[in-house]
């Protein structure tokens, strides 16, 4: 039991962590009636930045190295109308800045960026622990797979708590790697683990 707790506050440590982190990661500005100034600071190795469009086409590309600063400018003068969202992501999260294009020009939509978070696993013997942090109590699927593609276990989650967390018992399946999928309301996550 004593175990358990510390895994919890370890867990949650990182969560919290990664929040407080994430909070100075990255700061997105308007610069005049066509260019947005984002700039990302305490950049892990291998953190992206993306520029979307609304329907999820990749606009901006690029994997980062090690660095205490970075800074792009993105003219949205050749773009259509619309909202675009300007995504930075590390090993634990996402974070999303939307973006709003029109006739006038370019604005941010107040309050509305938003951090997803990135599941979490341990393997522990033949018990996998899973915790998952939702930013908003939207619908949640699990579901697990073996390395033949074979679904082993699947659940829709329907409780509205925020923290979500399970621990899998693979004691009845050999030794070998399996896929755990996490489908968010607009997003999809894969855990690779080894029994």
Not at 54 to 76: C, E, H, Q, V, W
Request: hydrophobic fraction near 40%; charge should be positive.
């Amino acid at each position: 039991m004593k175990r358990v707790i510390n895994l919890c506050l370890l867990i949650g440590a990182i969560c919290f962590s990664t929040v407080v982190k994430a909070s100075d990661v990255l700061s997105v500005k308007i610069e005049n009636s066509s260019t947005i100034n984002v700039s990302l600071s305490n950049i892990s190795n291998g953190q992206k930045l993306y520029l979307k469009n609304y329907s999820g086409k990749i606009l901006f590309d690029i994997t980062l190295d090690a660095m205490p600063t970075y800074r792009k400018y993105f003219n949205l003068n050749t773009v259509k109308d619309g909202i675009y969202f300007v995504e930075t992501e590390t090993e634990f999260d996402i974070k999303v800045t939307p973006v709003v294009k029109n006739s006038k020009g370019i604005s941010l939509i107040n309050k509305s960026v938003i951090t997803v978070f990135k599941p979490k696993a341990l393997v522990e013997g033949n018990i996998v622990r899973v915790m998952l942090t939702r930013s908003e109590k939207s619908p949640l699927h699990v579901s697990i797979y073996d390395q033949e593609g074979v679904m082993l276990f699947s659940e829709n989650v329907k409780e509205d708590k925020l923290i979500f967390e399970r621990a899998y018992n693979f004691s009845d399946v050999p030794s070998g790697k399996y896929i755990i999928y996490f489908d968010l309301k607009d997003r999809k996550f894969t855990k690779e683990i080894r029994i």
